[in-house]
């Protein structure tokens, strides 16, 4: 979207602005384009802690980073900690096996050896999400981030960058592949994947980023963000779409931001309701009156926004006219439909892809007198 005349509209509109809120951060792609590309100070919010992570990454710092002297150090670090893990040894005698050959069998016996751990990543997905010496390099890294704020940043972004690289899931983390005749090979295929190499590239892609004027991000809900803006100020919103909370489908990025993990409960390890973020963007019969308020809240305020969503009827029960309708009651709009894929959340590679194309709208909206 952001090549597809978003990013163009965006840089436009942040013209002479003070602040440009991202207030759905997801990604961190629009609040990194606006901090690199324009002097204009970016607040970014969302509701789950890995999302205000990766937009911390780059628009809290104001100048680049060396990624090889900051790999290498906490590489050693963490391969230190690895050292010490009376598991690891267990984890890459795994690692020599065939698994396919026992495909079950090898799945239990991973599981065995995570199960015994009490890193938090290992303990929760190991054996599910991860392989053993995946789990094990991604709680390592977890627990010897660099010190130095800058370098912490970039360090936890890219963690959870690498961390969404190799889990063993269709599309996004809400279940984990089984060991069956038909899903296994897409199970070991992310088993093999090196996490430590992802998380370097991901490193080497964030360190030469920077914020032209540093903002921050928090984790947070859009309407208390909106109270905080002027008409000096924009506003992007790119609500969720879909009728599940998002929570389920990203915690095992949360957990690797947060550091910690409670209870998991069942197939999709998933820590308990009280812990995960809901959203009424995400309850069908409330979607519409949390965009409205939302919306009337930005309007009443003065503040310019853009707005994008899928054109066609969500899950959430929202679609492109049903917003623009919303819009209406508050600001003037300018219209464009622009080409698109959003996420299936969690296509399944056999009867629903992971993404498909679509068209979305990009409303920019302007308070009415």
């Known amino acids: 979207m952001l090549a597809n005349g978003l990013g163009k509209i965006l840089k436009a509109e942040v013209v002479n602005s003070n602040r440009f809120a991202d207030l759905f951060a997801g990604s961190g792609a629009v609040s990194w384009y606006i901090a690199e590309n324009t002097n204009c100070r970016v607040l970014a919010c969302d509701l789950q802690l890995f999302a205000v992570a990766l937009a911390q990454g780059v628009i809290?710092?104001?100048?680049t980073l060396e990624a090889e002297p900051v790999w290498h150090k906490w590489f050693q670090e963490a391969q230190e900690r690895n050292r010490q893990s009376r598991l690891y040894k267990d984890a890459e005698r795994f690692e020599e096996k065939t698994w396919e050959g026992a495909r079950r069998r090898n799945v239990g016996w991973a599981r065995e050896i995570c199960a015994a751990s009490r890193r938090p990543i290992t303990k929760a997905y190991g054996g599910h999400y991860f392989s053993p010496r995946q789990a094990l390099t991604l709680d390592s890294l977890r627990s010897t981030l660099p010190t130095t704020p800058a370098e912490r940043t970039v360090a936890l972004a890219a963690l959870i960058c690498a961390g969404s690289e190799c889990a063993a899931a269709p599309g996004h983390t809400a279940q984990p592949f089984q060991p069956t005749q038909r899903a296994a090979q897409f199970l070991f295929e992310a088993w093999r994947?090196?996490?430590?190499?992802?998380?370097?590239?991901?490193?080497?892609?964030?360190?030469?980023?920077f914020a032209q004027a540093t903002g921050r991000a928090?984790?947070?809900?859009?309407?208390?963000?909106?109270?905080?803006?002027?008409?000096?100020?924009?506003?992007?919103?790119?609500?969720?779409?879909?009728?599940?909370?998002?929570?389920?489908?990203?915690?095992?990025?949360?957990?690797?931001?947060?550091?910690?993990?409670?209870?998991?409960?069942?197939?999709?390890?998933?820590p308990p309701p009280v812990e995960r973020p809901k959203s009424e963007f995400s309850v069908k019969s409330k979607s519409e009156n949390a965009l409205d308020r939302l919306l009337q809240k930005?309007?009443?305020r003065g503040v310019r926004t853009i707005l994008t969503f899928p054109q066609e009827e969500t899950s959430n029960g929202l679609s492109g006219n049903t917003v623009e309708g919303v819009a209406q009651r508050y600001f003037k709009i300018s219209k464009t439909v622009a080409n698109g894929r959003f996420s299936t959340l969690g296509g399944n590679l056999k009867n629903r892809r992971a993404r498909i194309p679509a068209y979305e709208i990009i409303l920019r909206l302007t308070p009415l007198d």
């Open 218 to 270: 928090m984790v947070q809900d859009a309407e208390t963000m909106a109270e905080k803006l002027g008409s000096c100020d924009v506003a992007f919103i790119d609500p969720p779409y879909s009728g599940v909370h998002y929570s389920r489908f990203y915690h095992v990025l949360e957990t690797i931001a947060r550091g910690t993990m409670s209870e998991i409960e069942g197939a999709g390890r998933y």
């Open 193 to 209: 994947r090196d996490v430590a190499a992802h998380v370097r590239a991901a490193l080497g892609r964030i360190c030469p980023k």
């Open 298 to 300: 930005l309007a009443e």
């Open 60 to 63: 809290s710092r104001s100048g």
